[in-house]
Structure formats: structure tokens, C-alpha cells
């Protein structure tokens, strides 16, 4: 018995029977998560909280002498504008997008789809350090014509780059997910503006009163920012205490949010 042959126009036998099975989670997740990168990049808000802010600090603070900080001025800013940037992006951002992303139901009718829902934060994740690479490259030549000159503690920074990732990524999460969006919006910019004054980033925390050093040094903020600038401009202190902070606090956020994150 012969196969039937296709009519013309007509498509083959078989070319629209039913594949049931598990569509393949590597292009799932790259799809989603080139999906919120556009949506990121393409916000003017996030874009101005993400890189337009971080390049006029650095310029401003490395040319102006409103701080003290050792010569040269721009191995400093550098480090603490780094640290900025990965907060901007990986907790502020991140906690607003998620935020009224659940408002309008987008994240609920995400979760209707074939997306798992790891996949759906994984994505969210993978957008974050996307957006990351943008901003260490931009930064970075910035940084470069300003004069910086990278050492031997770049491959440290990096690595501690991720842990910020990892550390504001899973605390973002949590906040855009257990409240509403208005507060998550107010309390994200609020949190922005006291760890941008008081949490080690722009201050260092050698030049913060000894009791808000101390605080400061336990959050996020100060240890990203603290480690940065030991690996970047070869200030004197140890990797251990920031590095534990970062993962400490990127353990308790995970955990914390996948208890707590609500879909709706």
C-alpha cells in the first residue's frame, strides 16, 4: 500500500500531528528571558535608574571632590558605582517590574502557560545579569577614559558581581512579590536612597560614624560595594566578610522568596 501523496498546496501527512511531551526548557528560557531584557532596556524609568544615574555619579564623583577618597578618585567611584548598578537593576528595578507585573496579572497568566514557574523567575534572573553585562561594559569604558587602569582584581570583582546579582536579585523578588505594587514602588525608591546614602555605596565605610559602619557592613550594599572597591582599588581590607555577607543574604532572600512570592 502505497503513502498517500500531497495535493498541491496541500501540506505533507503528518506535518501538524500532536508532539505531547516537555517543550525544551533551554529555549524556553532563553526566549523568556530575551523577553524581559527588551522590556527592561526598552523602559525609560529603568533606564534612567539603571544607567544614566550610575554614569553621572561617576563622572561627578570622580571629577568633583565632594567626598574624600585616596588618589585616584576613580578607583573608588568606580567600585561604588558598580555596586549602585547592580542594586538599580537587581533589587529596585526588578522589585517595581515584578510588582505591577503582578497588578495587571501578567505574572498569573504567565503561570498559565507551559513556562514552569522556576523558569519564569529564572528568566527574570537571566534578564537581571543581562542588564549587568550592559552596565560593567558601559561603566567600565567610562571608567577607562576617566582614567582607571583594571588589575589583578578584576576576576574578583566579577565574581563578586554575581553575588550582588544573586544577593538583590532574590531580595527584589521578594519584595515586588509579597506586596502591593503602589508600596512596593514607594518602598523600593525609599530602600534605593537610604543604601545609596547610608549603606556603604557612595560613603565608603571607613568614613561612616563607626556604628552605622557596622550596620552597613552586614547589608547588601555595604558588602558588595566594600568588596568591590578591596578588589578594584586595592584598598586594604578582606574578601571573606563581604563575600559570606553576599551569600548569606542571597540564601535567606531565596529561601524567603520561595516561600512568600505570590502570583497575584
Known amino acids: 500500500m502505497t503513502s498517500p501523496t500531497p ?31 527588551k522590556l527592561a ?5 529603568q533606564v ?4 544614566l544615574i550610575p554614569i553621572v555619579l561617576l563622572v561627578g564623583l570622580s571629577l568633583v571632590d565632594v567626598i574624600d577618597l585616596p588618589e585616584p578618585r576613580v578607583d573608588s567611584v568606580f567600585a561604588s558605582v558598580l555596586a549602585l548598578a547592580v542594586m ?5 528595578g526588578q522589585a517595581i517590574a515584578f510588582g505591577f507585573d503582578r497588578r495587571y496579572g501578567v505574572v498569573r497568566r504567565l503561570a498559565a502557560t507551559a513556562l514552569p514557574r522556576w523558569l519564569l523567575v529564572a528568566g527574570r534572573l537571566v534578564a ?15 571608567a577607562l577614559v576617566l582614567g582607571w587602569r583594571p588589575g589583578g582584581g578584576v576576576a574578583t570583582a566579577l565574581l563578586l558581581v554575581l553575588l550582588g546579582c544573586a544577593a538583590f536579585g532574590a531580595l527584589g523578588l521578594l519584595l515586588g512579590g509579597t506586596l502591593r505594587a503602589e508600596i512596593v514602588l514607594a518602598l523600593a525608591n525609599v530602600v534605593w536612597f537610604v543604601l545609596l546614602l ?8 571607613s568614613t561612616l560614624p563607626s556604628g552605622l559602619a557596622a550596620v552597613a557592613a552586614l547589608l547588601p550594599s555595604g558588602a558588595l560595594a566594600e568588596g568591590l572597591r578591596i578588589a578594584l582599588s586595592g584598598a586594604d581590607g578582606s574578601l571573606l566578610q563581604p563575600v559570606l555577607v553576599l551569600v548569606a543574604w542571597a540564601v535567606v532572600g531565596g ?7 505570590r502570583l497575584t
Not at 41 to 45: A, K, Q, V
Not at 48 to 51: F, G, K, P, S
Not at 88 to 92: L, P, R
Request: glycine share 16%; proline share 7%.
Open 128 to 142: 537581571v545579569l543581562g542588564t549587568v553585562v550592559v552596565q560593567v561594559v558601559v561603566l567600565g569604558l567610562i
Open 88 to 92: 538599580s537593576t537587581a533589587f529596585t
Open 255 to 261: 529561601v524567603a522568596a520561595s516561600r512568600l512570592v
Open 41 to 45: 532596556l526598552r523602559n525609560g524609568e
Open 198 to 205: 547610608g549603606g556603604g555605596i557612595v560613603v565608603p565605610l
Open 7 to 37: 495535493l498541491p498546496g496541500r501540506f505533507a501527512p503528518g506535518t501538524f500531528s500532536p508532539r505531547p511531551g516537555r517543550g525544551d526548557l533551554g529555549r524556553m528560557l532563553g526566549a523568556q528571558s530575551a523577553l524581559e531584557l
Open 48 to 51: 534612567l535608574l539603571t544607567l
